[in-house]
């Protein structure tokens, strides 16, 4: 098979990422704890870290507080908190304020694509992106960590809610993603980009032959998008992982989870 190719980073991150989560979920504070673990990856020397190797650690790493982040939520309840706070139309108006904001300091601000690499783009060690490998530039990746939470938030917040069938389909996203690759290679195979297709660089096609692509492409992710096929796929593609995230009855503040989850459900039971 060889290496895999860039776009699948992401399933080997999110095999990682499932390995670790629920060993990681017993710390006190798998958060902090998964916020300097990314911090402390920039400086890794080792070859692994080099850059864009065939499984690269510190995108994984640098990641992680991300999926520690929402299996938190998830395990202790902030999700229905933020669902709350989420439909406030202040909180809608404020969102939007953020996101404008950050926008037009975007579009006026002259940073090289270099320079923000080095914050917004986990994908090496501080060894390889920077000459002087200053331990300052940890204070820049924390601050854009915390920059990034609320601005994906804000983002959440304004995406529409009304059920439609790309909001179906949308929640079987990953299933189009993984099994479109069997497709390319099948294409690959049949040698429809050509015999001087390296994975690298796509060389130019007559313009019949890129409409015939284009076809496949989009038929591709129909045909896998479709609600009731990817509904189906999806138990391969993404099994049930809700077990992982149910409180621990050994732990604390599992305990604590569990007594308002069922303060809850006594509540709602005795109402009319």
């Known amino acids: 098979f060889g290496p895999p190719a860039f776009i699948l ?3 080997q991150s999110l095999m ?28 890794w020397s080792d070859s692994l870290f080099a850059g864009e190797t065939s499984f690269s650690p510190t995108r994984t790493l640098e990641y992680f507080p991300y999926f520690v982040i929402g299996a938190s939520a998830k395990k202790f309840k902030y999700d229905q908190k933020l669902r709350q706070l989420a439909d406030d139309p202040f909180t809608s108006l404020v969102c939007l304020a953020l996101l404008s904001g950050s ?19 986990p994908s090496a060690s501080m060894h390889q992106k920077t000459h002087d490998h200053g331990w300052y530039y940890i204070i820049g990746r924390a601050g854009y960590l915390a920059f990034s939470v609320p601005m994906i938030f804000a983002v959440v917040v304004l995406l529409p809610t009304r059920q439609t069938h790309f909001s179906k389909a949308g929640a079987c996203s990953l299933v ?3 099994l479109h690759c069997y ?14 297709f390296t994975g690298e660089k796509v060389p130019q096609l007559p313009q019949g032959r890129q409409m015939e692509i284009f076809l ?5 992710l129909v045909f896998f998008s479709h609600p ?10 993404m099994p049930p992982m809700d077990w992982m ?3 621990d009855q050994t732990n604390k503040r599992g305990k604590k989870v569990a007594a308002v989850d069922a303060k809850h459900e006594a509540a709602a039971a005795t109402k009319p």
């Open 216 to 220: 496949i492409a989009t038929a591709t």
């Open 9 to 11: 980073w992401y399933l």
């Open 228 to 237: 009731p096929i990817a509904s189906i796929l999806k138990w391969f593609i």
């Open 183 to 196: 497709v390319l290679l099948f294409a690959l195979s049949m040698g429809l980009y050509g015999k001087r």
């Open 16 to 43: 990682a990422w499932l390995l670790m989560i629920p060993a990681w979920m017993h710390l006190k504070t798998p958060i902090f704890a998964s916020i300097i673990l990314a911090l402390v990856t920039l400086y």
């Open 103 to 121: 926008l037009s300091f975007a579009l006026g601000t002259q940073f090289a694509e270099e320079e923000i690499s080095i914050y917004a783009y």
């Open 176 to 178: 189009p993603y993984v």
């Open 245 to 247: 995230f149910e409180p």
